[in-house]
């Protein structure tokens, strides 16, 4: 089976002040950065959107290209976890999922793809720019079958501590920056 790719963009964005995946970034909207990204990667499938918030509003202002499964968490208000999981279940039998973020515009299909290829022989793999942990992060079977014990706004974090990860250093292939302000947009 193949790996599928996740991109969580559930949040109320709420630090944003708005709908922030539908915030306009050089005449695009935010999110579409990141899809587009986990899209030009052959290898993932399915690629796999997880909305929550304005999920209705998101999908008919974004075009996903009908090669990506737009799927909403209806619990999306308990954090990031719940997110994570319900990618996790859309993701089915894949035997991997790589998890990026909608608010990251940055990150490429050659980054995603580098992430991906870190695999074998680990659990997961943990993108790290400078030294700081990032996105993607690559959930092995094993991994992605212990999300369900999430709970609350976390991510992977703490569930990683428990595996075999590989942290891979990407800072000098693509920028980081998420975007969480209207300043920080307008910074970019």
């Given at each position: 089976?193949?790996p599928a790719g996740i991109?969580l963009a559930?949040?109320?964005?709420?630090?944003?002040g708005?709908?922030?995946?539908?915030a306009?970034l050089r005449?695009?909207?935010?999110l579409?950065?990141a899809?587009e990204a986990?899209?030009?990667v052959?290898?993932?499938?399915?690629?796999?959107?997880?909305?929550g918030h304005?999920?209705?509003?998101?999908?008919?202002?974004?075009?996903f290209?009908?090669?990506?499964t737009?799927?909403v968490?209806?619990n999306w208000?308990?954090g990031?976890?719940?997110?994570?999981q319900?990618?996790?279940?859309?993701a089915g039998?894949?035997?991997?999922?790589?998890?990026?973020?909608?608010d990251?515009?940055?990150?490429?299909?050659?980054?995603i793809?580098?992430?991906?290829?870190?695999l074998?022989?680990h659990?997961?793999?943990?993108?790290?720019?400078?030294?700081?942990?990032?996105?993607?992060?690559?959930?092995?079977?094993r991994v992605?079958?212990?999300?369900?014990?999430?709970?609350?706004?976390?991510?992977?974090?703490?569930?990683?501590s428990?595996?075999r990860?590989r942290?891979?250093?990407?800072g000098h292939l693509?920028?980081?920056?998420?975007?969480d302000?209207?300043?920080?947009?307008a910074?970019?």
């Amino acid at each position: 089976m193949a790996p599928a790719g996740i991109v969580l963009a559930a949040g109320a964005s709420r630090r944003f002040g708005g709908i922030k995946q539908l915030a306009e970034l050089r005449g695009r909207p935010l999110l579409s950065y990141a899809v587009e990204a986990m899209l030009a990667v052959p290898a993932l499938e399915p690629v796999i959107i997880v909305l929550g918030h304005a999920a209705d509003e998101i999908a008919s202002a974004i075009d996903f290209g009908g090669a990506a499964t737009v799927v909403v968490a209806a619990n999306w208000q308990e954090g990031q976890s719940a997110s994570l999981q319900r990618g996790i279940i859309a993701a089915g039998d894949a035997d991997a999922v790589v998890v990026t973020l909608g608010d990251q515009p940055f990150i490429t299909p050659s980054v995603i793809s580098g992430a991906l290829d870190q695999l074998p022989g680990h659990d997961a793999v943990r993108t790290t720019y400078d030294g700081r942990p990032g996105h993607p992060v690559v959930m092995s079977r094993r991994v992605m079958d212990a999300v369900g014990g999430l709970s609350g706004d976390t991510g992977a974090r703490d569930l990683l501590s428990r595996f075999r990860v590989r942290e891979w250093e990407a800072g000098h292939l693509c920028s980081a920056a998420d975007i969480d302000t209207r300043e920080e947009l307008a910074e970019l």
